[in-house]
């Protein structure tokens, strides 16, 4: 047990000494968790998500003899049915699962059959670094309570994408998007609302659309559903004609949207990472010319979280691999717009100065907005809406 982890203990006790039964307990998982394979299930659809996966491999390796094997997932949903169906099977223990990145309507039907292992957030040494008063969202996903079986490791925030030498004052409102879109047609697209940040684009929409917003964080209803999204679906319908192909095809994913805007066949683009533009344009699958902005009534913002099925095989291992993304160079890493340029969930002013020197030389490149630019993040709506609204679209494009 290090001096820095002892001090992390303390913090998160509120004492000026380690608590020996804390100390003790990760000093057996650290020692159990040594020479474990953790399988991490994880989305793979974009090169430096999983070229940051790969360096945290790494150092998992040179740290703590945990080899990390990324599981590239096309969709969270094919974790959870692996694990629903080990259940199943009354496969309690040594399951193919060790790690999953999970949010929304995946927890939710986790956390409700009881496939979680936890809690364990507050297990790990540097989840007293996490900001859970100034980030709310890193304990609450989609307004369902984490109550420690998810550990935070990213920020998420909405914005979008311009070609600012083709739109140099872009809509600043998702009506304002629609007119646009009328008056540019085939310039704007958003991926299928299949995956989640299709589905993002609508909830968006809704979030500025609905008449009363707050009933957004309760459970959609069969009774309320169409009522409360009526002015999404009027909006949609009179934008739909007028997007990229005639609306008649969509892309399957951020990346592929992201290729649109590259070839230059589109001109604005949403995003799920305040950072993407600036990536983009430093790897060379933007122009240079591109800029990010937000709405002028604010975006929805969330956190990416990791959970441990409750029959994992390696625990021990994903455990130390979820406080190992906890950690300020990890964050830094994370943040670094040459990596993935996610915000980061800890609270800087708990580093010591040499970890917060880490954030601090990070650039900022012309193409990211500062937090006072981004400004304080919408909630997500319960993870109810969007599984419907989902639905809702794929029989409306399907007609």
Known sequence: MTLTRRRLFAAAAGLGAARPAAAAAWAEIERAGRGQTVFWNAWGGDERTNAFIAWAAGRMAGDHGVEVRHVRLRDTAEAVTRVVAEKAAGRSAGGSVDLIWIN?????AMKQQGLLHGPVLDLLPHAALVDREGKPATLVDFTVPTEGYEVPWRMARVVFVHDAARVPAPPRSMAALADWAVVHPGRLAHPSVRNFLGATFLKQALA???AD?????APATDDNFMPVTAPLWAWYGAMRPHLWRGGRNFPDSGPSLRG???????DIMISFNPSEASVAIANGTLPPSVRTFVLAGG???NCSFNAIPF?????EGALLLCDFLLTPEAQAKAMDPAMMGSPTVLALDRLAPAERKRFDDLPRPP???SDGELGRPLPEPH???MTRIATAWETLVNA
Do not use: Y
């Not at 917003?213 to 964080?217: G, K, N």
């Open 104 to 108: 929304g309507p995946n927890f939710l």
């Open 208 to 210: 500025e659309l609905a």
């Open 213 to 217: 917003a707050t009933v957004l964080q």
């Open 260 to 266: 649109l805007m590259n070839d230059g066949e589109i």
């Open 299 to 301: 975006t929805i913002g």
């Open 311 to 315: 029959n994992a095989a390696h625990k």
């Open 367 to 369: 193409a990211t907005l």
């Open 383 to 385: 993870p109810s809406w």
